[in-house]
């Protein structure tokens, strides 16, 4: 699996998760990457983006001022940062990678995703 996802889990209302998402036998440095979820019975929709090198982000507007998306190349590893969360964020988180536009959903490496749930 060349993404692995860690971090999820359950938590209240109002919490914090720190996802992160580590490259195996690649090093995706290159890659722009990227976060998407998928809730129960919803098709699967971007989160969050990030620039090879860093220096740009993007974000789905549900997230904007909540999520930030980071990424340490040096450690192959990138991290989603999700802040003042609420229950419509439950949902599996998953990263990808690819040599892509940040907002495309064309990404062509796929982690097997994170479970976050948020209680009420």
């Known amino acids: 699996v060349p993404l692995v996802e860690s971090g999820g889990g359950l938590v209240q209302a109002g919490g914090s998760l720190r996802l992160s998402c580590a490259a195996s036998?690649?090093?995706?440095?290159?890659?722009?990457k990227g976060w998407f979820r998928r809730a129960p019975g919803k098709e699967r929709e971007f989160v969050a983006a990030i620039s090879w090198n860093g220096g740009t982000t993007v974000y789905a507007d549900s997230v904007k001022g909540r999520f930030t998306i980071s990424r340490d190349n040096a450690h192959n590893t990138m991290y989603l940062q999700m802040n003042s969360l609420k229950p419509e964020d439950t949902a599996v988180y998953y990263c990808?990678?690819?040599?892509?536009?940040?907002?495309?959903?064309?990404?062509?490496?796929w982690g097997q995703g994170t479970q976050v749930t948020v209680s009420s």
């Open positions: 036998g690649r090093t995706f440095s290159s890659y722009t």
């Open positions: 990808a990678a690819g040599l892509v536009a940040l907002r495309s959903d064309a990404y062509s490496i």
